[in-house]
């Protein structure tokens, strides 16, 4: 009989350290960018209300993971949708389970941080203020992130509810809601998108020379407008986040022209690709999720655990 240790939400966030969370997340890239993580493209079931996505993945030296998360229309909250489910860590070397966490703050501290490594690898380092769209759980963490690691850079928090938008901000010390999402992201170097939009947020007239934008969101569709997509210079986790179809691959990287290269961004980050190449250049990282952030974040939550001492064990 084996055991299992069980970490609910509150435990699975107090697990996963932001810094140590990083650089699992950025070894994870280096190792898709270098064809060393074996995950299959994410596959979904529907349902009528929503969708239950299925990320299996192994990272060699991080661990083997799976993750199933159900996305449905949240009926309290008009326009937004709710990510529940569970990550389960497996032993890579003899396939025992070694822990079973809540997939919603993992979720959201690896998509955080892959935002948060293209933006240190890719944005001009006199970028100005930041933008973070939108005002639900995935804006929050972002803004929490960047609490964490850079709480003098001004966030300016942008979304459809002003009251909401001024609560983000209110993660940072640096925070303050915007008067409306033009007005942040024309002040912005960075501009991270966090929404869960099904038509495009953002439109390029608004984003300055040179920005860096992280999209995130977009699971029903696109989040950003296809000015901004054909103007920009590409990066993604994956090559696939254009080559499949959603959803694995992103609504705004669809039908490129052959011309069109998406760049993976671990491979800025090994310094095997470059990532900008000038002052005026607009970058994007498109992220479309990936099970080998899933693997990232869920070895940093179970060592942690287990160093503190943290969570139920379970026998199976």
Not at 34 to 48: G, K, L, T, Y
Not at 95 to 110: Q, S
Request: glycine share 12%.
């Amino acid at each position: 009989m084996s055991e299992i240790r069980f970490l609910d939400g509150g435990q699975t966030r107090a697990a996963l350290d932001p810094a140590r969370v990083m650089d699992a997340v950025a070894t994870a890239l280096v190792a898709v960018a270098r064809d060393q993580v074996s995950a299959p493209p994410r596959i979904a079931a529907h349902a009528p209300g929503g969708l239950l996505g299925a990320m299996p993945g192994h990272v060699p030296g991080l661990g083997l993971a799976a993750k199933l998360v159900s996305v449905f229309a949240d009926p309290e909250r008009p326009g937004r949708s709710s990510h529940l489910g569970i990550v389960a860590l497996f032993d890579e070397a003899d396939g025992h389970p070694l822990a079973l966490m809540d997939a919603g703050p993992l979720t959201e501290v690896r998509t955080a941080a892959s935002a948060t490594l293209s933006a240190r690898a890719l944005a001009r380092t006199d970028g100005g203020p930041v933008a973070v769209v939108g005002t639900g759980a995935q804006a929050r963490a972002q803004v929490s992130l960047l609490a964490a690691l850079a709480p003098k850079t001004p966030v300016r928090v942008a979304g459809r509810d002003p009251g909401r938008a001024a609560s983000v901000a209110a993660a940072h010390p640096s925070g303050r809601a915007a008067l409306g999402i033009e007005d942040a992201v024309r002040a912005a170097g960075t501009v991270f998108c966090c929404t869960g939009a099904v038509r495009p947020v953002i439109d390029r007239d608004w984003l300055a020379p040179g920005a860096h934008i992280s999209s995130v969101g977009g699971s029903h569709g696109p989040e950003l407008d296809a000015a901004t997509v054909r103007d920009a210079t590409l990066f993604a986790e994956w090559p696939g986040a254009a080559t499949t179809p959603p959803p694995s691959g992103a609504h705004e990287l669809q039908g490129l022209p052959p011309e069109r290269s998406v760049t993976p961004l671990g491979a800025v980050l090994s310094g095997e690709l470059p990532g900008r190449r000038d002052e005026d250049e607009l970058t994007l990282f498109k992220s479309t999720g990936h099970a080998a952030l899933d693997v990232a974040a869920a070895q940093v939550a179970h060592a942690v655990a287990v160093a503190e001492g943290w969570g139920t064990r379970l026998s199976l």
